[in-house]
């Protein structure tokens, strides 16, 4: 199994373009999150969905949207980007909403 | 006040040595706790989940006291491998918190 994978590994963007992370699964877990870690501040929940057709804000969701379509994958889109949304984005997905998470290998954004 | 607590550290220990790490949680209606390892420029990989009666795995013991709201996780005969950041995780209902983590570095 490839468990999470997450496209691409690094990707920069200018201030104000759009773009989309893919992260997808192939354990048919219900539960997935997106988080963004920064230095000194641990990871944080951007959106999370516990099923195909259902999403939820977390703690920092300005700036990005969500869809879960299939059970698979999760993609996040950065509507218009900024400098402080340069950070390293995981992918998470779990089987139960507070049961280990299994992560996918990061994307590493800058934005300048 | 950040929901989940740990000191960054370093942590800097020799081989062979035991070292501790706590982390302290500010809702008391948290349910599951867990510790990770990330290690530099990875993804986050579950080490242990932790349970009120204290657990061990190998040379790892993690802990939990609900009155209190902490965690530790003791690592016995410290190996360099076991340098890594290991994060404090806390989970209720659906919001899972991770700590902002604590660095070891294990010397020869």
């Known amino acids: 199994n490839a468990g999470v994978t997450q496209t691409p590994k690094f990707q920069v963007l200018k201030t104000g373009q759009s773009m989309t992370l893919q992260c997808a699964q192939d354990m048919n877990h219900e539960y997935m999150s997106w988080y963004r870690q920064d230095p000194g501040m641990g990871l944080r929940l951007i959106h999370y969905?516990?099923?195909?057709?259902?999403?939820d804000q977390g703690e920092v969701p300005n700036g990005y949207n969500v869809s879960r379509s299939t059970t698979e994958d999760f993609p996040l889109r950065l509507l218009s980007a900024a400098p402080s949304q340069t950070s390293v984005y995981f992918c998470?997905?779990?089987?139960?909403?507070?049961?280990?998470?299994?992560f996918g290998p990061g994307t590493r954004l800058t934005v300048t | 006040r950040k929901e989940v607590e740990q000191d960054p550290g370093p942590f800097n220990v020799p081989e062979g040595a035991t070292v501790a790490f706590n982390c302290t949680y500010s809702n008391s209606a948290s349910q599951s706790f867990f510790w990770y390892r990330q290690d530099c420029r990875k993804e986050p990989k579950l080490l242990m989940s932790?349970?009120?009666s204290g657990n061990e795995d190998g040379r790892f013991t993690a802990q939990l006291n609900r009155a209190s709201q902490y965690i530790s996780l003791l690592i016995r005969d410290s190996k360099l491998s076991d340098s890594a950041t290991y994060l404090c995780?806390?989970?209720?209902?659906?919001?899972?918190?991770f700590g902002a983590g604590t660095r070891l570095f294990v010397k020869a």
């Open positions: 932790v349970y009120s």
């Open positions: 969905s516990v099923g195909a057709g259902i999403t």
């Open positions: 995780v806390v989970s209720g209902g659906f919001k899972t918190i």
């Open positions: 998470a997905s779990s089987s139960q909403g507070q049961g280990e998470q299994y």
